[in-house]
């Protein structure tokens, strides 16, 4: 009853799925003639249709043990925030998606990545999934994983390669947790198969959007590659280990054989973008090969950095922050890896152009402010190039943003804002080019030449949305700016004085040098307003009035404090409070627009981006 329970269950809550893909019913591990649908008699579904073995493909057509039919496509559907149990891997050997039912409810808003992904856990001591079709001559197929969490037997594992996953096909993971994979070889993913023997497929591996945590190997503590055929990018890489002191988290058994591999170079195919890595263990994130490629990465806070070993000089490190770490770079005696347009210590300055040299990291520059690698910024701090590690409430994907210091006097001053290139002229000096987009899909430029150094792009927004809030009589209004201000942060009181002096009324400085603008259609303030260091507003109403107060909240932000003229350090927030007495309609809570005011915010945000793109065009 329980498992017929737990169906009635699932298919009641059912989200965006096609009628032709294939819905697993069942929270258990187990194959059986029966009208449920478990995981496992899903992906055997496949296998069975995709066989060489044509009875079984007639036998099977229709479906098989509740699974399927004759027109069921290739995605098996998993439903949202539900945990699916494995008491032993899953052989796929067919292509097929596997992921998590979408949102169809009217009542609720879209789902960021991540938000509720089914889950998939070894409660055994195998790996998950072995994905092999069996043949070495036969064209590799493709599975995708997406939005899943995926949860191996962590110390309980038994595996000695691959502990989630065994790979010899086209794999590709997106949107994804990546947890608690345990092996010998390959904590997460063992890979096999040499691309460069021609008479035999290799495995390639893909991962997308997804967090990689807590996984352990001797050797490829997240991935052992029998050659470098993996790409990671826009994910976070963090709490990972290495048994073997000279090991790697992501280690590939052999180089490329052949003089290809400045074309894997220029198709940026094999390799690392976009992605923050910090506080793994042991041995080295990865050893670069001939054919790699290291582009805006954000890699402090581990054990090691990279291993290099390419003597062909095809591999190519750029606009990426490698400091922190214990030991940044090593290299073998005969490589040639270029290193260019990064943030660096010595041991990492590598043959880089001219036109592109590395900065060097000073000795005595404190790399995240506060005294924790993880939490809140404290944007007071007078030192530290990154905020804390921190996860919006809107993303599974944290990041160490940059910082603008107050001790900046320009914006040419900082060691990451702008510091990265977007040269595309496909020579050593091309393949310094950043991303198109930052970790979070945000684009990175919409000038021609200069970018960020590392994940993470300090992006002002065109326009600044409006606040404000409803209250009814005797409540005070509390609400934030800090989404107005993008990446931006509030100029302290400290600043203020330095950049306009003291107050005209003798009056101390509030963060952001805040002025309130009375709007034109109430003249005169109806309140006064406090704002503290971190956005936040609290508004006192001047008694029981009824109707609202329309303003402008002007501050000075890290990035605008650069512009020139009082009237270009200013950004202005439309701002309306709404007040009611306890009789009146129902209390809204929700922020309103500022009627008239909203076009001169977007005029004062437009204004904003002026210091950046002074050194960006």
């Known amino acids: 009853m329980l498992k017929r329970s737990?169906?009635?269950?699932?298919?009641?809550?059912?989200?965006?799925a096609y009628s032709a893909d294939i819905q697993v019913t069942s929270l258990i591990d187990e194959d059986k003639d029966d009208t449920l649908c478990t995981l496992r008699e899903a992906v055997q579904f496949l296998n069975y249709r995709a066989s060489s073995n044509a009875a079984d493909v007639e036998k099977y057509a229709t479906g098989y043990h509740g699974c399927g039919s004759k027109d069921a496509s290739s995605n098996i559907i998993l439903q949202r925030d539900k945990e699916y149990i494995l008491n032993k891997k899953i052989l796929i050997t067919a292509p097929l998606t596997i992921t998590t039912a979408g949102n169809d409810s009217p009542f609720e808003e879209n789902d960021q990545p991540g938000a509720h992904n089914a889950t998939i856990k070894m409660v055994g001591s195998e790996r998950l999934f072995q994905i092999d079709d069996g043949s070495t001559e036969k064209a590799s197929f493709s599975v995708y994983l997406n939005n899943l969490n995926l949860l191996g037997a962590g110390s309980k594992s038994n595996v000695t390669i691959g502990g989630l996953i065994l790979n010899h096909e086209g794999l590709i993971i997106q949107n994804?947790?990546?947890?608690?994979?345990?092996?010998?070889?390959?904590?997460?993913?063992?890979?096999?198969?040499?691309?460069?023997?021609?008479?035999?497929?290799?495995?390639?591996?893909?991962?997308?959007?997804?967090?990689?945590?807590?996984?352990?190997?001797?050797?490829?503590?997240?991935?052992?590659?029998?050659?470098?055929?993996?790409?990671?990018?826009?994910?976070?890489?963090?709490?990972?280990e290495v048994g073997l002191a000279n090991g790697s988290l992501f280690y590939s058994q052999s180089k490329f054989n052949d003089e290809s591999t400045g074309q894997y170079l220029s198709r940026r195919a094999i390799g690392f973008s976009n992605s923050t890595i910090f506080h793994n263990k042991m041995g080295f994130i990865a050893n670069i090969y001939d054919g790699m490629f290291v582009n805006n990465i954000t890699m402090i806070k581990n054990d090691k950095g990279l291993f290099l070993d390419a003597p062909q000089g095809n591999a190519a490190i750029s606009n990426s922050v490698l400091v922190g770490n214990t030991i940044n770079c090593q290299a073998n005696a005969t490589d040639k890896t270029i290193i260019q347009s990064n943030l660096v210590t010595t041991e990492c300055d590598r043959n880089a152009s001219s036109t592109l040299p590395?900065?060097?990291?000073?000795?005595?520059?404190?790399?995240?402010?506060?005294?924790?690698?993880?939490?809140?910024?404290?944007?007071?701090?007078?030192?530290?190039?990154?905020?804390?590690?921190?996860?919006?409430?809107d993303s599974f994907l944290g990041f160490f943003k940059p910082r603008l210091l107050e001790s900046y006097k320009t914006l040419a001053d900082?060691?990451?804002?702008?510091?990265?290139?977007?040269?595309?002229?496909?020579?050593?000096?091309?393949?310094?080019?950043?991303?198109?987009?930052?970790?979070?899909?945000?684009?990175?430029?919409?000038?021609?030449?200069?970018?960020?150094?590392?994940?993470?792009?300090?992006?002002?927004?065109?326009?600044?949305?409006?606040?404000?809030?409803?209250?009814?009589?005797?409540?005070?209004?509390?609400?934030?700016?800090?989404?107005?201000?993008?990446?931006?942060?509030?100029?302290?009181?400290?600043?203020?004085?330095?950049?306009?002096g003291e107050r005209a009324d003798g009056k101390e400085w509030q963060p952001g040098c805040l002025k309130v603008i009375q709007n034109k259609d109430t003249p005169?303030?109806?309140?006064?307003?406090?704002l503290d260091q971190n956005g936040n507003v609290i508004y006192t109403p001047n008694g029981n009035w009824h109707g609202a107060d329309i303003f402008s909240i002007q501050v000075v932000t890290s990035v605008t404090r650069f512009n020139e003229g009082?009237?270009?350090?200013?950004?202005?927030?439309?701002?309306?409070?709404?007040?009611?007495?306890?009789?009146?309609?129902?209390?809204?809570?929700?922020?309103?627009?500022?009627?008239?005011?909203?076009?001169?915010?977007?005029?004062?945000?437009?204004?904003g981006l002026i210091a950046l793109r002074r050194f960006k065009s």
């Open 6 to 16: 737990i169906a009635f269950a699932l298919l009641a809550a059912a989200g965006h």
């Open 176 to 240: 994804s947790r990546l947890t608690d994979g345990y092996a010998n070889e390959g904590g997460v993913i063992y890979n096999q198969g040499l691309l460069t023997q021609t008479d035999q497929t290799a495995g390639s591996v893909r991962i997308v959007n997804s967090l990689i945590q807590n996984n352990k190997a001797n050797q490829g503590g997240v991935i052992y590659s029998e050659q470098p055929l993996y790409l990671i990018t826009q994910s976070v890489v963090r709490d990972n």
């Open 358 to 393: 590395n900065i060097l990291y000073p000795a005595n520059e404190k790399l995240i402010a506060g005294t924790t690698d993880e939490g809140v910024c404290d944007v007071t701090s007078k030192d530290g190039l990154f905020c804390p590690f921190s996860t919006p409430k």
């Open 414 to 500: 900082s060691l990451i804002i702008n510091k990265g290139r977007l040269y595309s002229d496909g020579s050593s000096t091309g393949l310094a080019r950043c991303e198109t987009f930052d970790q979070r899909g945000k684009r990175r430029s919409g000038y021609d030449e200069l970018c960020d150094l590392g994940a993470i792009e300090y992006i002002l927004n065109n326009e600044i949305a409006p606040v404000g809030q409803d209250i009814k009589y005797g409540q005070v209004a509390t609400f934030s700016i800090l989404s107005s201000l993008s990446e931006a942060d509030l100029v302290t009181p400290t600043t203020c004085k330095r950049l306009f």
């Open 524 to 530: 005169v303030s109806k309140g006064s307003l406090t």
């Open 566 to 607: 009082i009237d270009f350090q200013y950004i202005s927030i439309p701002t309306t409070i709404s007040q009611a007495p306890l009789s009146g309609i129902e209390d809204k809570s929700v922020s309103a627009g500022g009627g008239g005011s909203v076009g001169g915010g977007v005029l004062f945000g437009l204004l």
